[in-house]
């Protein structure tokens, strides 16, 4: 007899498909290796932040825990927290210490050179990021080149030049100063936010009869808003702790701003100083940077980031 031989079934050829079963497998482990790398840099990244957030809030804390205490127990218990609330302490520091005076100085002198430092500098930011003239990009560098320079190779200049004026001892040359000094930075940020604002704006505005006077004060600045409020906090910071330009150009005692005053409340003591009511005074400085940056902390963010994803 002849046999035939069966042609394979269906079933035979079951195996067929294991070659692709194969980078199936691959391709299930990958996102697992991946997820799990991704878990552990966020671990290390969460813990930098963590031990970060605890070196910058711990010693803010401790000031303002140290603010309410005795001066015995500043030294006996430096890291216990305070049997009572002295807020004499503050008191004492407001009133015989002067800070009151040194405050209302520091808030003139950083008030008025916040405006004139946002005022000129977006109008000058204005013109270097809108319009094209001979000369642009050589005003733009040189304001980039006025934020390298060091300002205490121009002290003893300054000092005479602000002399030669009337200027030393005054608050309103102190203002003159502050906007100068913070000018170049102001005008480099703001140049880069206004080339991010959309020039269809000031093109209509434009059709419509209005001024570059009017549409920069009335368009554009109120678009930039979130940029004027960043470079506004960076310079209310640096303002508010300036203390070489105001030690060198502003020695009259009825005129010191509110670093000098805790300098000199510092200093002045000695080893029977009232360390309670010094750190009352320190906290008394800390606490409008705080709040300014609290309260406007969400501007300062889109600020920073406008214009980086268009």
Do not use: C
Not at 91 to 112: K, P
Not at 272 to 296: E, H, N, Q, R, T
Request: charge should be neutral.
């Amino acid at each position: 007899m002849k046999t035939t031989d069966t042609p394979p079934t269906g079933d035979a050829q079951i195996p067929a498909p294991r070659a692709a079963e194969g980078p199936a497998v691959t391709k299930v482990a990958a996102p697992v290796k991946e997820k799990r790398e991704g878990g552990v840099l966020n671990v290390f990244s969460h813990g930098v932040l963590i031990i970060w957030a605890i070196m910058v809030v711990m010693p803010l804390l401790w000031a303002v825990m140290t603010s309410f205490k005795t001066d015995r127990a500043i030294f006996t218990s430096p890291w216990s927290l305070p049997d009572a609330l002295h807020f004499d302490n503050w008191s004492r520091a407001w009133t015989q210490a002067h800070m009151s005076e040194y405050f209302l100085n520091t808030i003139v002198v950083v008030g008025g050179s916040l405006v004139g430092t946002l005022l000129l500098g977006s109008m000058a930011a204005y013109v270097l990021a809108r319009f094209e003239f001979p000369g642009n990009r050589f005003l733009y560098f040189l304001f980039i080149g006025g934020m390298s320079f060091p300002i205490i190779l121009a002290l003893v200049p300054l000092f005479y030049v602000m002399q030669n004026m009337a200027l030393v001892n005054t608050l309103h040359g102190l203002i003159l100063v502050y906007i100068a000094y913070s000018l170049p930075f102001t005008v480099f940020f703001l140049t880069a936010f206004f080339r991010t604002l959309p020039t269809s704006v000031a093109e209509a505005a434009f059709i419509d009869g209005a001024s570059h006077t009017r549409t920069f004060f009335q368009v554009m600045l109120p678009m930039a808003r979130p940029g004027l409020i960043s470079v506004g906090i960076f310079n209310f910071l640096g303002q508010w702790n300036q203390y070489l330009l105001p030690t060198v150009l502003n020695t009259d005692p009825d005129n010191k701003v509110l670093s000098q005053g805790l300098v000199q409340l510092a200093v002045s003591q000695g080893y029977k100083g009232d360390w309670s009511g010094l750190f009352a005074g320190l906290v008394m400085a800390m606490l409008p940077v705080l709040a300014a940056y609290i309260v406007f902390q969400r501007q300062v963010v889109a600020g920073l980031t406008a214009g980086a994803v268009k």
